[in-house]
């Protein structure tokens, strides 16, 4: 069953620029992840937020969690081609699964 | 690093047939996945195994079979191959979940595997 999606579906933006991307869930969740993936490959981990944390940063992305409206979002600074993936964010309830959104595609021109 | 190795990474197998997809991953994890990925469906569990020999039905277990012989390798098994399993699967591990930790998942480069 999906759990998170996010929003929007597709992002194009030129390098420098910020990327913001959304992420929505349903129900109570421990922790919040986001992943990425290049084109034809398998996912990577980025970053992880706990449910008692509204903000995190790891290098040029930051993670923020709103656990009232059951919403996080991950923003990349001055981004750059290399960034261009998809991005899915991870919700799990306390389990050893992880539930996935339908993901991101994220578009750096250069 | 971890290292989550799958055997295969491009598969073309005929209607009917029984296909074997491998995974071995190396950091002495309990917990392996495999996913299977679609446009526009994103990631859909199909099994899961929390230790050796134990196995548990994601979203999409029918079609599928799967076999954990040893904690470091998780196979799936189509018994008979249809044109609706072509797709991209993924294989994952990780640490036996933990609160303090919370439980990240470490995958594979994805086998894509076309059924004709």
């Known amino acids: 069953s999906q759990q998170g999606e996010e929003d929007p579906q597709a992002l194009s933006i030129q390098e420098g620029e910020n990327a913001t991307m959304n992420c929505s869930y349903k129900?109570?969740?421990?922790?919040l992840q986001w992943y990425r993936q290049n084109s034809g490959r398998g996912l990577v981990h980025l970053i992880l937020?706990?449910?008692?944390?509204r903000e995190k940063h790891s290098g040029r992305l930051r993670v923020t969690l709103d656990t009232s409206k059951k919403s996080s979002s991950l923003l990349i600074t001055a981004s750059r081609a290399a960034d261009t993936a998809s991005y899915f964010c991870?919700?799990?309830?306390?389990?050893?699964?992880?539930?996935f959104g339908k993901g991101t595609m994220l578009l750096v021109s250069p | 690093d971890v290292k989550v190795t799958q055997s295969s990474r491009y598969l073309v197998k005929r209607t009917g047939e029984k296909v074997f997809l491998e995974c071995v991953q190396d950091?002495?994890?309990?917990?392996m996945f495999w996913y299977r990925q679609d446009p526009g469906l994103g990631l859909r569990l199909i099994y899961f195994?929390?230790?050796?020999?134990?196995?548990e039905k994601g979203d999409i277990p029918e079609g599928y079979s799967v076999s954990r012989e040893k904690k470091e390798r998780f196979s799936l098994i189509l018994e008979s191959a249809s044109t609706n399993q072509t797709s991209m699967y993924l294989c994952?591990?990780?640490?036996?979940?933990?609160?303090?930790?919370?439980?990240?998942?470490?995958f594979g480069e994805g086998s894509w595997l076309t059924v004709v």
């Open positions: 937020i706990r449910s008692n944390e």
């Open positions: 129900t109570s969740i421990n922790n």
């Open positions: 991870a919700t799990d309830e306390g389990y050893s699964t992880l539930t």
């Open positions: 994952a591990s990780s640490l036996r979940f933990s609160y303090r930790t919370g439980n990240t998942i470490y």
């Open positions: 195994s929390y230790d050796v020999k134990m196995k």
């Open positions: 950091m002495d994890h309990e917990n």
